[in-house]
């Protein structure tokens, strides 16, 4: 079956410190990748998205490309900021249903 | 555009009870999935509601079940709570078009504890 893999958190960083997130996923098919953000109390936002092998998503700073000869979706961003501080889901889509991955933390200080 | 909205925000209900959650889409949507958050976990599929049919449905038992209505608003139903239902219920709507669903929007959630 279906399954996302990301890496365990907490994620700590200082600010303006480089991010990534690894995620890779197991699929049949093409499916469509995601990458949600979840703030604290909040429901999940739709970060970015990459629909066919080789598109890289992007939004807000981040960017990630689907890789499909590594099955991979890897989230990074250059300079991070205190209000990025999140919980960040891969999540990939088969026939329209979310398959997400257990999430991971990231907490940004000053 | 409004967005997804869900009721109510929290609720409280003891073992063995039923409750009922409520999804509102968001406008010229016609596709609702229903997921649900452990703590500390990421979301599980629970079953999807195309056009008031059931489109899918993951690994939950019969007495999670759903409503689709004609203005594509939803509903998901639990009876016989147990104490690992506790968690947050996520809706989400999208357009179900000839290539596929694309993109999902969320609603905040409806956070529920079993006692």
């Known amino acids: 079956g279906n399954s996302v893999t990301q890496m365990e958190g907490p994620v700590t960083l200082s600010e303006e410190a480089f991010l990534t997130i690894n995620c890779t996923y197991t699929a049949t098919g093409y499916p469509s990748l995601f990458w949600y953000v979840q703030y604290p109390g909040e429901g999940l936002q739709l970060l970015l998205k990459?629909?066919?092998?080789?598109d890289k998503g992007s939004n807000k700073g981040f960017e990630a490309t689907y890789r499909k000869e590594t099955t991979s979706f890897h989230l990074e961003k250059g300079s991070v900021q205190v209000s990025d501080s999140a919980v960040y889901f891969c999540a990939l889509s088969s026939w329209g249903k979310l398959q997400f991955g257990a999430g991971t933390q990231v907490v940004v200080t000053p | 555009e409004t967005g997804v909205t869900q009721s109510p925000t929290h609720l409280i209900k003891t073992r063995g009870q039923q409750v009922t959650l409520r999804c509102s889409s968001q406008?010229?949507?016609?596709?609702v999935s229903w997921y649900q958050q452990a703590l500390g976990q990421g979301p599980q599929f629970i079953f999807q509601?195309?056009?008031?049919?059931?489109?899918g449905r993951g690994n939950f038992p019969p007495r999670f079940s759903g409503l689709q209505f004609p203005n594509y608003s939803s509903e998901l139903n639990v009876n016989a709570l147990e104490l690992d239902d506790s968690a947050l219920y996520l809706c989400?709507?999208?357009?179900?078009?000839?290539?596929?669903?694309?993109?999902?929007?969320f609603g905040p959630g409806t956070r529920l504890t079993v006692l």
């Open positions: 406008s010229g949507h016609n596709t």
């Open positions: 989400a709507s999208s357009s179900l078009l000839g290539g596929g669903i694309d993109e999902q929007f």
């Open positions: 990459a629909t066919k092998a080789d």
């Open positions: 509601y195309y056009r008031e049919e059931e489109n």
